[in-house]
């Protein structure tokens, strides 16, 4: 199986930005929904955005809606998760994945840490 590779993540103030990229080896990427996903310590992964193939149409968690835009480069077999107006509730390490996961080849990644402290 491969494994996504995330990165971007760090440790930022409340109110400020970070941008999460995703990548993910093999040319059959786009013909998946793919969604970013969150665990903070102590509770369940949870999904906070989703994309999907074709057109691109996006959702998001009522958490994450409006500060949180998720985005993708097919030609890169890449995904983005653009965070803004970050809260301390927002600290989770943040994995990238298909919907539903683990679809094709692909499982879950090491994830990028998230902290949003002052």
């Known amino acids: 199986q491969v494994r996504f590779v995330e990165s971007g993540g760090g440790l930022v103030q409340p109110g400020g930005s970070l941008r999460l990229s995703c990548a993910a080896s093999?040319?059959?990427?786009?013909?998946?929904?793919m969604g970013w996903y969150r665990q903070a310590p102590g509770t369940q992964r949870e999904l906070v955005a989703r994309?999907?193939?074709?057109?691109?149409?996006?959702n998001y968690a009522y958490f994450v809606e409006g500060r949180f835009t998720i985005s993708r480069d097919n030609a890169e077999n890449a995904v983005y998760l653009q965070m803004n107006s970050l809260k301390p509730e927002d600290t989770a390490v943040y994995y990238c994945?298909?919907?539903?996961?683990?679809?094709?080849?692909?499982?879950w990644g090491q994830g990028t840490q998230v902290t949003v402290s002052s």
């Open positions: 994309i999907s193939s074709g057109w691109g149409t996006t």
């Open positions: 994945n298909t919907i539903p996961a683990n679809l094709g080849d692909w499982t």
């Open positions: 093999g040319s059959m990427l786009r013909i998946y929904t």
